[in-house]
C-alpha cells in the first residue's frame, strides 16, 4: 500500500495563508507603482507584454470598482513572473537603488570639492580626462562668486548637471 499522505512535515514547508496574502498584497503595492508611472518610463522598462497592457489599462480605467479588480489582474500576473526585477527597476527610477544613491552622494562630494578646493580639478581631470576643462573652470569661478554674493546657486547646479552627465 503505496499511500501518499500529507505529513505535518509537509504542511511547514508551504507558507501559510497569511504569508501569502502577504506576498500577493506585496505584488499589488507594486503594481500600483507602475501605474503610477508614465507611459513612456513603463515602455522604456522591461516588463511582459501582458503586465504592461495592464499597467496601461489600469492608467486609463476611471471606475474605482475597475480600477480595483484592475489592480487585482496586475497583481495575479505579477505572481507569475520575476518581481523581484520589476521591483529593482522601479527603485532604479526612483532614484532609491543603493547604487544611485551612492553616485548622487559622490557627485555632491566632488562638486564641494571642486568649489572649496583648487587642486581637485586637477584630481577630477585625472579620472575624467574626457571633460570640457574651460567650461568647468568658468562654472567653479561662477558658482563660487555666486556663493561670495549670495545669489541662488545656478552655476553651482550647472556644475552638478555637468559632473553628473560625465562631460
Do not use: C, Y
Request: aromatic content about 2%; proline content about 4%; cysteine-free.
Amino acid at each position: 500500500m503505496d499511500h501518499h499522505e500529507d505529513t505535518p512535515e509537509d504542511a511547514d514547508l508551504l507558507p501559510s495563508k497569511s504569508q501569502r496574502k502577504r506576498e500577493s498584497n506585496a505584488l499589488q503595492d507594486l503594481g500600483a507603482e507602475l501605474v503610477k508611472l508614465s507611459r513612456e518610463r513603463l515602455q522604456r522598462m522591461i516588463l511582459p507584454d501582458n503586465l504592461l497592457t495592464a499597467v496601461l489599462e489600469a492608467q486609463r480605467i476611471t471606475s474605482h470598482g475597475a480600477i480595483r479588480r484592475q489592480m487585482q489582474l496586475i497583481g495575479k500576473i505579477m505572481r507569475n513572473i520575476e518581481a523581484d526585477e520589476i521591483a529593482e527597476q522601479i527603485a532604479e527610477i526612483k532614484g532609491e537603488s543603493d547604487a544611485a544613491k551612492a553616485a548622487f552622494h559622490a557627485i555632491e562630494r566632488w562638486r564641494e570639492r571642486l568649489l572649496t578646493d583648487d587642486d581637485a580639478l586637477t584630481l577630477w581631470l585625472a579620472e575624467h580626462p574626457e571633460s570640457d576643462i574651460q567650461q568647468m573652470r568658468q562654472l567653479i569661478r561662477n558658482a563660487r562668486k555666486e556663493a561670495a554674493d549670495g545669489k541662488p546657486p545656478k552655476s553651482s547646479r550647472a556644475l552638478f548637471k555637468l559632473l553628473r552627465d560625465g562631460k
